[in-house]
């Protein structure tokens, strides 16, 4: 899914996030639980392609840390539409 700078990626739980905006969300439910990712979580993205692919890694920090918690990997993503 390409990157638009509109849009921000936000985590719904901690093996739930949600990418888009409007009409159209992108939901991703990580393969597992992921330690360290709750809704107030600053996410860091690690991607090389300029898309959210499956299996990009993400953590999250939390708010007046210095250190990101553990990698995880993205999952499938899933389109919903608001009608």
Do not use: F, K
Not at 14 to 37: E, F, H, K, M, V
Request: proline share 8%.
């Amino acid at each position: 899914m390409p990157i638009q700078s509109s849009q921000s990626l936000r985590v719904i739980d901690s093996r739930t996030l949600a990418y888009g905006s409007g009409r159209t969300i992108q939901i991703n439910r990580l393969p597992g639980a992921c330690p360290g990712l709750h809704p107030l979580t600053t996410l860091i993205i690690e991607t090389t392609s300029g898309n959210y692919c499956r299996g990009d890694r993400v953590r999250g920090v939390d708010a007046g840390m210095n250190i990101p918690g553990p990698s995880c990997g993205l999952g499938n993503w899933e389109t919903y539409r608001r009608p």
